[in-house]
């Protein structure tokens, strides 16, 4: 069992940035792929970045390339999102999920293969 448990989310205006954290327990995340997704108000949930256990590997949605990074410190248990040049469209509620994985490079931006889900962090982007 994995517990994860996102921060970092608040209030910012357009063009500014925020840095989303998500602290794993209960496992060692390094076993695990990572993702992140986003859920605005009336939308389904939607991919937008993950890396592979290993840190090696990263896909992004299109719509946040070149302004977000996700990346991991496994020693510490924790994946972030750095999110730069932040737009209104990026209002949502972030979550961090995880998967099980035996291969180092593994990544996937596939909803139903994480195992494991965030209770979120709401990220509000003002104009």
């Known amino acids: 069992q994995v517990r994860l448990v996102e921060s970092g989310g608040g209030l910012v205006q357009a063009g500014g940035s925020l840095r989303l954290s998500c602290a794993a327990s209960?496992?060692?995340?390094?076993?695990?792929?990572m993702g992140w997704f986003r859920q605005a108000p009336g939308k389904e949930r939607e991919f937008v970045a993950a890396?592979?256990?290993?840190?090696?590997?990263?896909y992004y949605i299109d719509s946040v390339k070149g302004r977000f990074t996700i990346s991991r410190d496994n020693a510490k248990n924790t994946v972030y999102l750095q999110m730069n040049s932040l737009k209104v469209d990026d209002t949502a509620v972030y979550y961090c999920?995880?998967?099980?994985?035996?291969?180092?490079?593994?990544?996937?931006?596939?909803?139903?293969?994480?195992?494991?889900w965030g209770q979120g962090t709401q990220v509000t982007v003002s104009s």
């Open positions: 999920a995880a998967t099980f994985t035996a291969r180092d490079s593994y990544i996937t931006a596939v909803r139903d293969e994480y195992n494991y």
């Open positions: 890396i592979s256990r290993s840190g090696g590997s990263t």
């Open positions: 209960g496992r060692t995340v390094s076993n695990y792929a």
